[in-house]
């Protein structure tokens, strides 16, 4: 069993905020790959699917992201998963908009649902890293993160996360280097080549 966790805040309030884009991939991957409905459990909402040949449970926590942990925790024990098959989807400033790049461990770039798994369950899980962009002065990040994707980003987001679900099979067989590659030339095959923050020139 691999577990694939969608960071994002609960509720409509939320759901298209940039800080969503996890939760926004997850179900597309659920999407794409049938997964079972999605049903209450691990302080989140969990299904299955079979992406490939690989058993995945895809895990979208509802305590909050700064909370994040505590779900990916009890999922992890539940199942028995390691860290080494956890690979967690969420947003990330320090890529340009309509990027991905995969990452295991290091540091958290002051995500607070990063932190919180970190601090849950250790750091060593897999990161498929979802760029949106940076606001460009760090006094803007949090109104950034939490204001809706502009109308004009949508194309790319919906792309990027099709995108992410068509090549989910690489990252469940633990391919992340193809996974990124895969990702990386459809979106510039669909012209996301060097998107620009909104208001950026």
Same mark, same amino acid.
């Given at each position: 069993?691999?577990? /694939?966790?969608?960071?994002?805040?609960?509720g409509?309030?939320?759901? =298209?905020n940039?800080?969503?884009?996890?939760?926004?991939?997850i179900?597309?991957?659920a999407?794409?790959h049938?997964?079972a409905?999605w +049903?209450?459990?691990?302080? =989140?909402?969990?299904?299955?699917?079979?992406?490939? +040949?690989e058993?995945?449970?895809?895990?979208k926590?509802?305590?909050?992201?700064?909370?994040?942990?505590?779900?990916?925790?009890?999922?992890? %024990?539940?199942?028995?998963?390691?860290l @080494?098959?956890?690979?967690? /989807?969420?947003?990330?400033?320090?890529?340009?908009?309509? $990027?991905?790049?995969? $990452? $295991?461990g290091?540091?958290?770039a002051?995500?607070?649902?990063?932190?919180?798994?970190?601090a849950?369950?250790?750091?060593?899980? %897999?990161? &498929?890293?979802?760029?949106?962009?940076?606001?460009? @002065? *760090?006094?803007?990040?949090?109104?950034? &993160?939490?204001?809706d /994707?502009?109308k004009?980003?949508?194309?790319?987001?919906?792309?990027?996360?099709?995108?992410?679900?068509?090549?989910?099979?690489?990252?469940a *067989?633990?391919?992340?280097a193809?996974?990124?590659?895969?990702?990386?030339?459809?979106?510039?095959?669909?012209?996301w080549g060097d998107?620009?923050?909104p208001?950026e020139?």
């Open positions: 069993m691999r577990l /694939f966790v969608g960071l994002g805040n609960p409509a309030r939320y759901a =298209g940039r800080h969503n884009i996890g939760f926004m991939a179900d597309e991957i999407r794409v049938g997964a409905p +049903r209450r459990r691990f302080q =989140g909402e969990a299904c299955e699917a079979l992406v490939g +040949r058993r995945v449970l895809l895990v926590p509802l305590t909050y992201m700064n909370e994040s942990g505590r779900a990916v925790a009890e999922a992890m %024990r539940f199942y028995k998963i390691p @080494d098959d956890v690979c967690v /989807f969420h947003d990330e400033l320090d890529l340009a908009p309509a $990027k991905l790049r995969m $990452k $295991k290091g540091g958290n002051g995500h607070n649902g990063l932190r919180s798994i970190t849950q369950c250790g750091n060593d899980y %897999r990161r &498929v890293r979802l760029g949106i962009g940076h606001p460009g @002065d *760090k006094a803007l990040v949090h109104a950034y &993160v939490l204001n /994707f502009a004009s980003e949508q194309p790319w987001v919906e792309d990027l996360c099709r995108a992410v679900a068509d090549h989910a099979e690489l990252l *067989k633990s391919d992340d193809s996974f990124q590659n895969k990702v990386h030339l459809a979106m510039e095959g669909r012209g998107v620009k923050r208001g020139k």
